[in-house]
T-cell receptor, first 113, second 113 residues
């Protein structure tokens, strides 16, 4: 049982480049999330999808876009990367958002130079 | 806007020295309050869910409690392997924030032998 799978695990981008972080879950969960984690700042919510077909902004959505491709997959896109987006990104899923526990992927460490 | 504040930011304990971590929250409609443990380089791992004031949950040396404004994670006779970052999160049940999951900044716990 793979759980939540994120790709890639590591990435280095140049300022202005674009990329998409992929996330897939095999638990038939309804809700999915994207967070970024910076030192001393915990997990900050970028976007979330409470159910298939819906997406909503979190605390720090600027510079990002998301797509809930289907129930399994939730991707995060950086259209024009900036050094301020250097961070560790986590994807998570939950059977019922905010009610049941969330399961996390292993993270993507992104460096923008 | 949902807010979660954890204290202290860092806590150093001697092995066997019991203590508590605090999580204060503001949320328009609480679905659940969650505690997670995070080890360096890994994604958060679920510990507990609490749903209503007065509720308590226990697991080995950890005990989580909930009031209407805060939650405590009590650590009894900690061991070095309890060293980790402990994260608190609240799930939102209200209106446009339905399914939102907001984290605090975490408490870094170090237990010395």
């Amino acid at each position: 049982n793979a759980g939540v799978t994120q790709t890639p695990k590591f990435q280095v981008l140049k300022t202005g480049q674009s990329m998409t972080l992929q996330c897939a879950q095999d638990m038939n969960h309804n809700s999915m999330y994207w967070y970024r984690q910076d030192p001393g700042m915990g997990l900050r919510l970028i976007y979330y999808s409470a159910s298939e077909g819906t997406t909503d902004k979190g605390e720090v959505p600027n510079g990002y876009n998301v797509s809930r491709l289907n129930k399994r997959e939730f991707s995060l896109r950086l259209e024009s990367a900036a050094p301020s987006q250097t961070s560790v990104y986590f994807c998570a899923s939950s059977e019922h958002g905010g009610l049941a526990e969330a399961f996390f992927g292993q993270g993507t460490r992104l460096t923008v130079v | 806007e949902d807010q979660v504040t954890q204290s202290p930011e860092a806590l150093r304990l001697q092995e066997g020295e019991s203590s508590s971590l605090n999580c204060s929250y503001t949320v328009s409609g609480l679905r659940g309050l969650f505690w997670y443990r995070q080890d360096p380089g890994k994604g958060p791992e679920f510990l507990f869910t609490l749903y209503s004031a007065g509720e308590e949950k226990e697991k080995e040396r950890l005990k989580a409690t909930l009031t209407k404004k805060e939650s405590f994670l009590h650590i009894t006779a900690p061991k070095p392997e309890d060293s980790a970052t402990y994260l608190c999160a609240v799930g939102n049940a209200g209106g446009t924030s339905y399914g939102k999951l907001t984290f605090g900044q975490g408490t870094i716990l170090t237990v010395h032998p």
